[in-house]
């Protein structure tokens, strides 16, 4: 499961996301923005590209570490094509750098989603 | 005239069964991206990593059996190599030597009697920081791509000049990520010119951000845990 691309409701908007890490109960997944966050570091997927084709976007996507949420698996809608391997590195090595450098006290979506 | 031993052929064998189910189908791809999802599939394959897994002590004779050349490769397709992989790298077939060299270098390291076992080296277990585990992807890429070259070959196959460029690519740069592995470890030795000491790895730093990022993921579970309820 891990790579899946996902969708799913965040504090009322619909998500697309990659998930980078599985537990029994919930998946960690990686979240993107329509929002460019030009002061974080962030991978930035257009929607004609390959990795933009697998996460079926309709517009410019931007990925950046703070931007992760657990959710149930029960709640998200699977995509057919996995995350290619180079973004899911790519999106695992933000989250982690972001994790390791602020012990996750700002991630984005920890508190609830209201 | 150089005659095989049993092991030696029973190798061989595997190479060619490897090139065949594993090479083959990328030389069938419909498009680039069709040949990156390809990849991407193989290195997923549990077959396939079995497969490298049971070649990879092996690797002199590997090695001497696989025409793991990009040159050669995108002449066989009718082009120069800078036509094929564009800018990627000025010294290609320096870096495809060097990856070559480090692979046999670490392979003997592994797999020479008295060696530390495989259980025992840096990063053997399944709980791999994110960096080791990008650089054992393209490791794999590498040798994947590899595995094609030799179906191209054995095959005598000839192949449109965008898969070579394609395959070629995707060679010279996955063992060029590759080959910052293997410069790291201790034992294995590949020219500063080719990997320079700031590309090298600091497996002791990379650990402990691991671990720094296991807690904080691990803090941000339980808290969401707690507010999603059982």
Redesign the interface.
């Known amino acids: 499961m891990r790579g899946a691309t996902v969708r799913f409701r965040l504090a009322g908007n619909d998500r697309i996301g990659v998930v980078i890490e599985v537990r029994p109960d919930l998946v960690h997944v990686a979240y993107g923005t329509s929002e460019p966050h030009d002061d974080w570091p962030q991978v930035v997927v257009r929607p004609e590209t390959r990795q933009g084709r697998a996460l079926v976007l309709r517009e410019v996507t931007y990925f950046s570490g703070a931007n992760t949420s657990w959710e149930s698996p029960k709640d998200m809608q699977f995509g057919k094509i996995p995350c290619t391997k180079e973004l899911l590195y790519a999106r695992v090595e933000l989250v982690v750098n972001h994790h390791a450098q602020t012990g996750d006290e700002s991630s984005a979506s920890d508190e609830p989603a209201g | 005239m150089v005659v095989a031993t049993d092991e030696e052929r029973q190798v061989l064998h595997l190479i060619e069964f490897a090139a065949s189910g594993f090479g083959d189908p990328l030389l069938h791809a419909t498009s680039v991206?069709d040949f990156?999802?390809r990849l991407?599939a193989l290195?997923d394959s549990p077959e396939a990593l079995h497969c490298t897994e049971l070649l990879a002590p092996h690797m002199p004779l590997v090695q001497a059996s696989l025409p793991m050349s990009a040159p050669l490769l995108a002449a066989a397709a009718g082009h120069s190599l800078e036509e094929a992989q564009g800018q990627v790298s000025k010294d290609p077939q320096r870096i495809l030597e060097a990856w070559l060299d480090a692979q046999r270098q670490a392979a003997q390291l592994m797999w020479s009697t008295g060696a530390t076992p495989v259980s025992e080296a840096p990063f053997a277990g399944t709980d791999l920081?994110?960096?080791i585990?990008?650089l054992i992807?393209h490791g794999l890429r590498a040798n994947f791509c590899g595995l094609a070259i030799e179906q191209v070959f054995s095959a005598g196959r000839v192949i449109p000049a965008w898969l070579a460029g394609a395959l070629a690519d995707r060679l010279v740069v996955s063992a060029r990520q590759h080959l910052r592995l293997l410069a790291s470890l201790p034992g294995v030795s590949v020219d500063e010119a080719i990997v320079p000491d700031t590309e090298r790895l600091d497996f002791a730093a990379i650990e402990a951000?691991?671990q720094?990022?296991k807690?904080?993921?691990q803090?941000?579970?339980e808290?969401?845990?707690a507010?999603?309820g059982p």
Request: glycine content about 0%.
């Open positions: 991206d990156d999802d991407d290195t920081p994110i960096e585990e990008k992807f951000r691991h720094r990022a807690a904080a993921s803090r941000s579970y808290r969401a845990r507010r999603l």
